[in-house]
Nanobody, 123 residues
Framework: QVQLVESGGGLVQAGDSLTLSCVVS????????VGWFRQAPGQERVFVAA????????QYSESMKGRLTISRDNAKNTAYLQINSLAPEDTAVYYC????????????????WGQGTQVTVSS
């Protein structure tokens, strides 16, 4: 059974930085592409970033590009998402998701998901 556990969310102030973590178990992590998505209240789940199984390919949301860094540590079965210069509009539940090898931008292409971690940015 594949399990994903996100952590690192919380209440922060505008301008702060945050690093989210996603620990994966139940599947060979080094064969998995990892995607990060976010969902604000009343809105669709949208793509934030993704990283390939070997860390060599990375994709970022155009709207957030420049404030994001995605990384992974295959020895720790963990992926990370650093978000800088947080703003109130970044308030959302952030989810990580995995699939074998690929890093698509569509949420429906990922079969495995975590429960999400809440990020709230105060002005």
């Amino acid at each position: 059974q594949v399990q994903l556990v996100e952590s690192g969310g919380g209440l922060v102030q505008a301008g702060d930085s945050l690093t989210l973590s996603c620990v994966v178990s139940g599947r060979t992590f080094s064969r998995l592409g990892v995607g990060w998505f976010r969902q604000a209240p009343g809105q669709e789940r949208v793509f934030v970033a993704a990283i390939s199984w070997n860390g060599l390919m990375k994709q970022y949301s155009e709207s957030m590009k420049g404030r994001l860094t995605i990384s992974r540590d295959n020895a720790k079965n963990t992926a990370y998402l650093q978000i800088n210069s947080l703003a109130p509009e970044d308030t959302a539940v952030y989810y990580c998701a995995v699939k074998d090898y690929g890093i698509p931008r569509r949420a429906n292409d990922y079969p495995y998901w975590g429960q999400g971690t809440q990020v709230t940015v105060s002005s």
